[in-house]
C-alpha cells in the first residue's frame, strides 16, 4: 500500500530524490523476524563451536570415540549453515525495506503519476509503473509511421519538417536517427517505424503529441514554379490556330528565321487535344517536357515548350527551353473549363520568396 507521495505532476526531480513511501508495517516485522532468526542462529553456532572443539582435543587424546567426535563436528557444520542461511535473510529483508523507498532513477520532469496515497500496488511477473519521468523535454523523439512504399526515401540523417494541431502557422525541423526493421500492419497496410530527433528549446511540443511529418527527400533554391495542372491543359482547335497563326508571323512559314536554341517542332494536329511534337515525333507531353500554355506582356496567347523538374505534389519546377520568354509572374493558363469558342482560365504563376530572376 502506498503509504506517502512527495512529488505530483510536472514537477522536476534528481536522481535518488524520494519520490514515495511504500507501507513498511509488515517490512519492518519481516526484518525485526530476520534479526531474531540471526541471533538464535548465532547462538547455536557458537554452542556448536564450543562442543566440537572441546570434542577434537579429547578424540586427540583418545579419551572419546570416533563417533562422537563426527557427531559434534557435523552439529558444527550444520549451525554455521544455518548461521549464514540467517545472515542471508536478514539481508533480503533489509533490502526489501529499502525497495519500500521510491526514490528517482535519473534527472527529469514527473510527466505522469499513476498512484495515490493508500492505493495498493501488487507486483507478481511485471513490475507495476508508479510515476512516467522525462529525462529531458528540450529533446523530443518522433515516432513516424511510414508505407512500405516510401520507406526507401527515407535516410538516416535525413532532414525533417513537422507541425503539430497546437500550433498550426508553426513548422518545427528534425533528423532521422534510425528507420526500425519490423514492420507494422495498420489496416491492411505494412508501415515502418521511423524514429525523428527533435529539438524543443522553447518547451512547446509536450509528450504524445501528433505530428505530421514531411520527410525532405530533395531541396531546391530559386527555381521556376507553376501550378502542375498548367503542364497538363489540353488546347482546343482554336488554340492551336491562334499559336499557328502567332508562329507564322514571328518566325515565318518555314520557320527559317527561327532563333537559334528553339527546337524543330511542328503541329501534330489542330483538333481539340492536339499536340505539339519535336522533331514531328517525340511527344512534348512525355515525362520530362511539357507545353506551357500564357499571355505575353501584350496579354496575347502564346505556347512554349518547358522541361519539367522536381515537385512537391502541388507546384512543379519549370525550365524554360531557349528562346522562351518565361519568368516569374507570367500569367499560365492552368485549365480549359468550356467549349470551344469559351475563354481558357488563368492563374498567376507564384513567385517563391528569394526570386528575383528566372532560373
Known amino acids: 500500500m502506498i503509504d506517502k507521495i512527495y512529488v505530483d505532476f510536472n514537477d522536476r526531480v534528481v536522481r535518488n530524490q524520494l519520490m514515495a513511501v511504500i507501507d513498511t508495517t509488515i517490512l519492518s ?14 547462538a547455536q553456532y557458537d554452542e556448536a563451536k564450543y562442543n566440537y572443539e572441546r570434542t577434537e582435543k579429547l578424540y586427540q ?53 499513476e498512484v495515490e496515497e493508500g ?16 529525462e529531458d523535454l528540450s529533446k523530443m523523439e518522433i515516432h513516424a509511421l511510414v508505407d512500405e512504399s516510401e520507406i ?37 497496410v505494412v508501415n515502418y517505424t521511423v524514429v525523428v530527433d527533435a529539438d ?17 527527400i530533395e531541396l531546391k533554391k530559386d527555381v521556376l514554379l507553376a501550378p502542375i495542372a498548367a503542364t497538363r491543359v489540353q488546347p482546343t482547335a482554336s ?9 507564322q508571323a514571328q518566325f515565318g512559314a518555314d520557320g527559317a528565321t527561327r532563333p537559334e536554341g528553339i527546337p524543330t517542332a511542328g503541329f501534330a494536329g489542330t483538333g ?11 511527344p512534348m507531353n512525355g515525362s520530362n517536357f511539357a507545353m506551357l500554355w500564357y499571355f505575353d506582356a501584350e496579354k496575347e496567347l502564346q505556347a512554349a515548350p518547358v522541361r519539367t523538374g522536381s515537385s512537391d505534389g502541388r507546384n512543379i519546377e519549370i525550365i524554360p527551353l531557349p528562346g522562351a520568354d518565361i519568368k516569374a509572374g507570367v500569367q499560365v493558363i492552368s485549365k480549359v473549363e468550356s467549349t470551344e469558342s469559351s475563354d481558357a482560365t488563368t492563374t498567376n504563376m507564384p513567385r517563391p520568396p528569394g526570386f528575383g530572376r528566372p532560373f
Open 239 to 247: 488554340m492551336m490556330k491562334k499559336i499557328f497563326e502567332n508562329m
Open 119 to 134: 492505493q495498493t500496488v501488487a507486483s507478481s511477473f511485471q513490475t507495476p509503473r508508479l510515476f512516467l519521468i522525462a
Open 272 to 282: 481539340s487535344g492536339a499536340g505539339m511534337s519535336f522533331n514531328g515525333a517525340t
Open 152 to 188: 526507401g526515401l527515407i535516410k538516416v540523417g535525413q532532414a525533417v519538417q513537422f507541425e503539430v494541431q497546437a500550433y498550426d502557422e508553426k513548422k518545427f525541423s528534425g533528423t532521422v536517427r534510425q528507420v526500425w526493421l519490423q514492420p507494422e500492419t495498420v489496416q491492411n
Open 200 to 216: 524543443n528549446p522553447d518547451g512547446l511540443l509536450l509528450p504524445g503529441m501528433t505530428a505530421t511529418l514531411d520527410f525532405i
Open 29 to 42: 516485522v519481516q526484518v525485526s523476524d530476520a534479526k531474531a532468526s540471526l541471533l538464535r542462529s548465532q
Open 61 to 113: 587424546q583418545s579419551l572419546l570415540s570416533e563417533l562422537e567426535y563426527i557427531t559434534a563436528r557435523s552439529n558444527f557444520q550444520s549451525a554455521k549453515s544455518s548461521l549464514m542461511s540467517s545472515q542471508n535473510n536478514l539481508e533480503k529483508a533489509e533490502r526489501n525495506m529499502l525497495y519500500a523507498f521510491i526514490r528517482s532513477p535519473i534527472n527529469g520532469t514527473v510527466i505522469y503519476r
